[in-house]
Each structure stands twice: as structure tokens, then as C-alpha cells.
């Protein structure tokens, strides 16, 4: 057998299962799967997203409840009342009917600064 026969052969897939060929083309169907992703640049990396284009996170407590984060660049109230007001405006079209239990003003590890808001909602 030529090697230009051999080839087509390879690529018209003549080979019976359990021949020297057929490993053969086996094997090399498997080293491209395997190796190629390392050699070639497919540009398959997922597109970047802004990660909360809302600026809130809604997260569980782990008792059923659920726990807001919002960015404090968000809230300009001065006093309570007004942070609480601000924090339910943000709150609503989401959840719905809520109202505040308790809420904490966090900075995480980057510096930023946000409100953590636990809610219960409202029967």
C-alpha cells in the first residue's frame, strides 16, 4: 500500500474496527482533541461582563431569609430614616413587598464600601 493510498484511506475511513489502521486513526483523532486547545488559540474565553450592573447582590441567610448588598455609592441620605427609604426604593422592584430587619454599612477586601440589608417580607 502507497502512503498517498494510506492517507486516503485515513481520511475515507476504511479501516475495520480493531485493526492496526484503525488505532492508528484512533489515536490520532484523540492527540488533536487533547493537544490542540494547547497549541491553537480558538479565542473561546467567555466574553467579560460587568458582574452586577445593578449594583445589588441577592444572596440567602441561610435560614430561609435573603440578604441584599448594595453598593453605598447608591445611598445619599444623611439620617436613618432616609438611608432606610433609599435602601427600600432599590429593594422593591425587586423583592417586592419587603421591609427592612436590620442593615450594616461593610467594606470588603477591596475597599469598597456597600450595605448589607436583611429583609423579611411582608404577608
Known sequence: MSFFSTIRSYVLWQHERGTLHYDIMVTLILLFIFLSPRVINFNDKPAATEPHRTGVVVTSDGSGGVVYEIEASRINAANEVGIRSQLLNI????????????????SDASGTQEYRVWVKRNQ
Open 91 to 106: 429593594i422593591g422592584p425587586i423583592s417586592g413587598a419587603t421591609s427592612i430587619v436590620k442593615y450594616e454599612k461593610v
